[in-house]
T-cell receptor, first 117, second 109 residues
Framework: GAVVSQHPSWVICKSGTSVKIECRSL??????MFWYRQFPKQSLMLMATSNEGSKATYEQGVEKDKFLINHASLTLSTLTVTSAHPEDSSFYIC?????????????FGPGTRLTVT | SQQGEEDPQALSIQEGENATMNCSYK?????LQWYRQNSGRGLVHLIL?????REKHSGRLRVTLDTSKKSSSLLITASRAADTASYFC?????????FGTGTSLTVIP
């Protein structure tokens, strides 16, 4: 199957700083990318969906000014957590799809564990 | 949840027994996918079933889909201790991909 990578795999930062997480599709062009957040013992919650070259569509309750998403190319999307606080500590997972249609399979990255102290 | 619910929330069985978990969703889908997640790790894709399919098999896994009831089930036969994990269904609704609430499976050796 297709490979999606994330970097870093874990990060610890101080409260008030910003953190950028990268998501790359390694062997296919990702027309659509998704960002999820998962708290301990909970399911993955979709934060936003982005199509290459367009602004991201955020799910209800997700602050777009706090979670900046850039899908600048067909192989790279970034999530920047701005002014991070301890409550932003979570497991962030990206996903990539080769097309905009739901007929395309979803490929997931290994996740990034963010700890804000 | 954003798209669906899973039940049971937690399931504990003896090794060798079968495990069944169910997923219900809210809107029309293009396909439904099941994933496994070991504690603190990433997702492992198990099986994809398209909206025009009713049943699919992969090794010890059997997935059914009933679009009229907006539900799916995952059956793991002859369970092993290594099957201990959380299982999530994911639904492709067009541009979004949502997860169910998940089932935590414990297989006791």
């Amino acid at each position: 199957g297709a490979v999606v990578s994330q970097h870093p795999s874990w990060v610890i930062c101080k409260s008030g700083t910003s953190v950028k997480i990268e998501c790359r599709s390694l062997d296919f062009q990702a027309t659509t990318m998704f960002w999820y957040r998962q708290f301990p013992k909970q399911s993955l919650m979709l934060m936003a969906t982005s199509n290459e070259g367009s602004k991201a569509t955020y799910e209800q309750g997700v602050e777009k000014d706090k979670f900046l998403i850039n899908h600048a190319s067909l192989t790279l999307s970034t999530l920047t957590v701005t002014s991070a606080h301890p409550e932003d500590s979570s497991f962030y997972i990206c996903s990539a799809r080769g097309g905009t249609s739901g007929l395309y399979e979803q490929y997931f990255g290994p996740g990034t564990r963010l700890t804000v102290t | 949840s954003q798209q669906g619910e899973e039940d049971p929330q937690a399931l504990s069985i003896q090794e060798g027994e079968n495990a069944t978990m169910n997923c219900s969703y809210k809107t029309s889908i293009n396909n439904l996918q099941w994933y496994r997640q070991n504690s603190g790790r990433g997702l492992v894709h198990l099986i994809l079933i398209r909206s025009n399919e009713r049943e699919k098999h992969s090794g010890r896994l059997r997935v059914t889909l009933d679009t009229s009831k907006k539900s799916s089930s995952l059956l793991i036969t002859a369970s092993r201790a290594a099957d201990t994990a959380s299982y999530f269904c994911g639904t492709n609704t067009g541009n979004q991909f949502y997860f169910g609430t998940g089932t935590s499976l414990t297989v006791i050796p």
